[in-house]
């Protein structure tokens, strides 16, 4: 019915009104249909954000309580990084930490989260040991969850670097490596990329920063061409190419680990760092990348996360397609601006 009207109001307008206030009306529907189109889009981001985020410190799945702890724990360990660390700085963090550590034990046992949250909780102990405060009370909490942990590692706290090391492993000129990325949209037919390749990419991204060091990411892997070309056929920027990829990893960061309003954005700057970090991660292992966007509807991001598996509370920041590179092949140059219009030295 109301596409029924809309075909007849256009109908009437081109027959009976000027060409100029045609053109007028089409550009005042449009604005409408953008404004309408946004409102939408907005709200339903809005309704997730709430639904799914950690702002209410409800924590009522496993991934916002692991959020709150690595959180508090990372400021244990932010301070204990510090030249003068304060003696008993952050005691309130602690014990946040402590009850929900003991929440998280209880629901869901001990794994590594609970274990470098601990070996934080003993750092920070045995700091203000030195300084002179024995807190036996701090103690006393921190054996009964470490009894509990069974499991003993030894991540967590404060590590002693040396700049001659870093140095040793990081100084490079990395400028070829850097200028050697293109995006790939030929990829060698047939050659299917070994699923261990993009575990250790994925181990490599994985130190990626990300806010308190939450890690909110996952990367999920497709390589059946039934799947792949169901994603892609979702998914408007790899006509051409898309169906030549051996794997399509669709990357998300997972709403439940953001926990305040001032944080609603977060989940897409550490999702397209981490892309970043995985797709140069690939491209050092020799295999060929091209990012793909997910700008899509509401409805086709809820497609996609119902046919693959995700849930409501990830976003998805964007696809990565990988495959092998052939012998000789075309990229587009994408020649970068004038360093002059980005850097801007105040
Ligand atoms: C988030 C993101 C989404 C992208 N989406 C697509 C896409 O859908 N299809 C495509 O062919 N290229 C896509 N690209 C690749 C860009 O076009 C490309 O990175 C840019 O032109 C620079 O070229 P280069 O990667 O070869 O240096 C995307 C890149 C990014 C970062």
Redesign the pocket.
Known sequence: MLKFSIALTRRIIGKFLPQKSKKKIWQLWRRIRVVKDSIHAYLHDLSRFLRWSGIWRKYSNRVQLRAIITANFHGIEKGLSLKNPRPGFGSGHVYDLVSGLEKYQEEYGSDETTRYAINALIAYYQFNLIQGTDDRKLYEQISKLAEKCGKHCSAGGAKQVTRDNIHRASKRDLTGFFES???I?QFAADVDVDLKEIEKAVRMAQQTPSACNRQAWKVYVFSKDEDKKRILSL????RG?GDQASKILVITTDLGNFLSIEERNQAWVDG?MF?MSLVYALHSLGLGT????WCVRCEVDQELKKFAGITDAELV??LVAVGHLPDEFM??Q?PRRDIKDMLVFK
Request: aromatic share 4%; hydrophobic share 30%; with cysteine.
């Open positions: 990325r293109h995006s949209r998914q408007k920027g790899s190419f397209g892309a091209c990012c793909l966007h920041p964007m990229v587009a994408s």
